[in-house]
């Protein structure tokens, strides 16, 4: 009996003190710092601003001004008499752990708010936009890549991947396609680009530096990915890439430059031991011809087993084996793409199957050659199609390109009233 009332008596006394730290304990540190309230779905959130006006900027700074700034205060230090006050301190978005959020993470937070720590959500209080563009604010505090401090702006190129006037998907089939209204069922749909560039109004270019992400970007070259490796693109892979992402000066840009393919210091090497998006054995021939800088294959009422645009250079073996490196190719065949009155911050590039297909009979394929395309100057087959990519086939220069267009989608700088459009915004 003695030891039940002394073991009692002692957790109580552990209670006491337990309390007494707890009520001394400052818990405001904790409350934030390092901590992941977002979900991971959230990292993958991209930002429509890409690159940010004036508007923009003075529109989030109104916006942080008015909603964040009584906690976090006007600098982002969150040194202010309300923030003092409370248990939860508000996060310092100065601080080295917040340069690690990425704008998704921080748009999620701003949406939603932290339920714990009493951070209101702004989901009812600011339109989608808004929200946005005080993310946009908020890099601009943390010294992030958005804003004039440190000299050069995010860029992010939206891509898309259409046939006619609906969206790519595997799985699904197209009509109307080619000279014969063709039905096809793609099962591949990946191109590397690079080189890319931004215009001005004068048409002065200004190289992206691209972000090496490990995965998708590797110097200057970028992998888009359209298939998602279900159904008949069951031979790609599961993940998809739509975007290019990199920063260039602070200025303003009105078009986008890009080269179709690898340039050739780097079309030629073991994909074995490159890196990541160069690492593909499905997108490379042989060293003496490089990747393919383009695979899209598909299934067409009049070929059922398979038609293809493997685009690449060719007459690039001097000789020797198929592992000879070449010092160079007779026909490089990258395609320079050339899209004016672009807005990089809400406009998408579109990539159309039906127009790199226009002209041409994918029902039937020339005899004793591939089924398809495979870049070859003897293959008729190839004729329309790098017409079509603003390539020279056979000595016959092309007019123009019209794989790739332009989807416009409306921006207006009014507080609150702006939209990135529908997908079904207006092409050129």
Partial sequence: MQNKYRFAKLALIAALILGVWAINFDFRAAAHDGKQHAPAAAKKLRNP??????????????????????????????????????????????????????????????????????????????????????????????????????????????????????????????????????????????????????????????????????????????????????GPCANGTADTHDFIKGTVPVGKYTGVKFSVGVPFERNHADPAKAPSPLNLTQLFWVWNSGYKFARIEMTTTGLPRGWMLHLGSTGCQPGGSAQTLPTNCTFANRAEIALTNFNTSSDIVVTDLKKLLDGANVDVNQPKTPSGCMSGQGDSDCAPLFANLGLTFAGKQSTRQQFFGVEKHPQTASLGKASLGKSEGARK
């Fill in 49 to 230: 601003i890409a690159q940010p006006t004036d508007a923009d900027i003075a529109n989030g700074k109104a916006l942080y001004e008015q909603h964040c700034a009584k906690c976090h205060a006007k600098d982002g230090k969150s040194q202010t008499p309300a923030a003092q006050m409370m248990k939860a301190k508000p996060a310092d978005l100065t601080a080295h752990h917040m340069h690690m959020l990425t704008d998704g993470e921080l748009y999620w937070v701003t949406t939603n708010g932290i339920l714990k720590s009493g951070m209101p959500a702004m989901k009812t209080k600011m339109s989608e936009r808004e929200r946005w563009q005080t993310v946009v604010y908020m890099r601009s505090l943390m010294g992030g890549m958005n804003t004039a401090v440190s000299g050069s702006q995010e860029v992010m190129l939206r891509f898309k991947g259409m046939v006619g006037d609906k969206q790519f998907n595997c799985g699904e089939s197209y009509e109307g396609i080619g000279t014969t209204n063709s039905k096809i069922t793609p099962s591949d749909f990946r191109l590397y680009v690079h080189n890319v560039r931004l215009l001005d109004a004068s048409g002065k270019e200004t190289p992206v530096k691209l972000e090496q992400d490990g995965k998708w970007q590797v110097d200057n070259i970028a992998l888009l990915d359209f298939e998602n490796g279900f």
